[in-house]
């Protein structure tokens, strides 16, 4: 079995790709120049008696995508999980946002999703199987201050999961977007937790790991009747 993680060199991508390792997955590891903590994490894996490969390419980039991937995939086969994970964010309110940040995040978190899952989709064709997991975020669900452009990605994240879960069915490729809160990695762990916590009702921040759960589950077996779906995993932030 292989599943492939972009954005996997750390944080939460670093934990789903660690996640897939155990639950028996050659993970391929994708980053863009992250390269020392992308190795460092392939490393890891094998240490531990699992299997993982670096493949570094920018997920904007369709030439390096036709360069470094596709022939990966046909020569090794299809991959049997995509988890969509690399994506950024650029704060600051719309009116004061520079176009070139507008899109930058539409072409790393929408953009990347549209390469790398087009490039893998026709092996998963093929296979008539296939798990296509998308990493979306609270922010497309009901806003954020300051976070537009993350927002609109995010949100158009889980609209074109649902049609693409929909295009899919018919070849048995699931379609799913794990959406998480604010997580012990990445941009909330930089927030005042005097003013964030109160506003989550398990009342702390998430673990990465966590996360890597639910992702774990949409692969497995056991969710072969989940497509289509939202999976928050929020600490109840979005109620």
């Known amino acids: 079995m292989k599943a492939l993680v972009t954005g996997a060199s750390r944080g939460l991508g670093r934990a789903i790709a660690e996640r897939l390792a155990r639950d028996g ?22 240490a531990q008696g699992g299997r993982a490969r ?5 997920v904007t980039d369709t030439a390096a995508i036709e360069g470094s991937l596709v022939p990966r995939l046909a020569d090794d086969g299809p991959l049997d999980v995509l988890v969509n994970n690399a994506g950024v964010g650029s704060d600051g309110y ?15 978190n929408l953009g990347g999703f549209f390469r790398v899952t087009r490039a893998c989709l026709k092996g998963m064709v093929a296979a008539r199987s296939g798990r296509v997991i998308n990493i979306g975020s609270l922010a497309g669900e009901k806003g954020n201050v300051g976070q537009v452009a993350y927002a609109a990605t995010k949100a158009g994240l889980a609209g074109a999961t649902r049609a693409l879960a929909l295009e899919m069915a018919r070849w048995n490729i699931l379609v799913n977007t794990v959406s998480p809160g604010p997580l012990e990695v990445g941009m909330a762990a930089s927030i005042d937790q005097e003013k964030l916590l109160p506003l989550i009702p398990l ?28 999976i928050a995993v929020n600490g109840g932030m979005g109620l």
């Not at 994708?30 to 994490?41: F, G, H, I, K, T």
């Not at 998430?206 to 289509?228: C, D, H």
Request: include cysteine; glycine fraction near 4%.
């Open 25 to 46: 997955y050659e993970v391929w590891i994708n980053c863009r120049e992250q390269v020392d903590p992308a190795r460092d994490l392939v490393n890891t894996i094998e």
């Open 54 to 58: 670096l493949v570094q390419f920018d």
């Open 94 to 108: 719309l009116m004061m946002l520079p176009e070139d940040e507008w899109e930058r995040v539409l072409a790393v």
């Open 203 to 230: 009342g702390r921040l998430g673990r990465p790991e966590e996360v890597a759960a639910v992702v774990s589950f949409l692969a497995s077996k056991e969710a072969s009747y989940i497509t289509g779906q939202l």
